[in-house]
């Protein structure tokens, strides 16, 4: 009977250890918006791989590559950071492409659990998102969709590269993008 007892004991001990342990979750972000203007007009603004003039965010962007595959743009933010992200698929018939961020540069650095821990300029990590179009009959509906991780991976992050942190910036990133899209195509 000691011995089941000890047996038991031991597995619930790891699987308490298992479940507390975890590390981050997943997290999703889907922006919607209504332009009222026609898919073409739209996707005319938008399907330049190297060109997102159109997001008020962005400062400047350098491309490698046109819109195949692989294609590679650094953007340069308005606050000075930098995002370099690499095109997976880009399909005009569709009116769509995806893409992931492959480096970032740090915005600051803050000192977490004694280390020193650098901030990068969108507080996530492996981060992957698309864009698509949707003709609407002459309006068009834009759907950005992206899935990444907080910035930091390990178990309790600092507020700055939290879940919480990394949702707040995707959406603000989303949302400001959809919005001057919709006013530079309803002109």
Do not use: C
């Not at 650098?118 to 950005?144: Q, R």
């Amino acid at each position: 009977m000691k011995k089941i007892t000890l047996f038991v004991s031991v597995l619930l001990f790891f699987f308490s250890s298992m479940v507390s342990a975890h590390g981050p979750v997943r997290q999703k972000a889907e922006e919607k918006i209504t332009i009222n203007a026609p898919a073409e007009k739209v996707w005319a603004i938008i399907k330049n791989y190297g060109d997102m003039s159109w997001h008020p965010e962005v400062f400047n962007t350098t491309v490698k590559g046109d819109n195949t595959k692989g294609a590679i743009r650094v953007l340069t933010l308005k606050d000075g950071g930098t995002i370099t992200e690499e095109l997976k698929k880009h399909d005009d018939a569709k009116m769509s492409y995806a893409y992931k961020i492959t480096e970032m540069s740090s915005s600051k650095s803050i000192t977490h659990a004694g280390a020193e821990e650098k901030v990068p300029a969108l507080p996530v990590n492996d981060y992957a998102a698309s864009i698509e179009l949707a003709d609407k009959g002459g309006s068009t509906e834009v759907i950005w969709k992206a899935g990444y991780y907080r910035a930091y991976m390990n178990n309790n992050p600092p507020e700055e590269m939290n879940e919480e942190a990394a949702n707040t910036a995707v959406k603000a990133m989303l949302e400001t993008g959809l919005i001057n899209l919709k006013k530079l195509a309803e002109k």
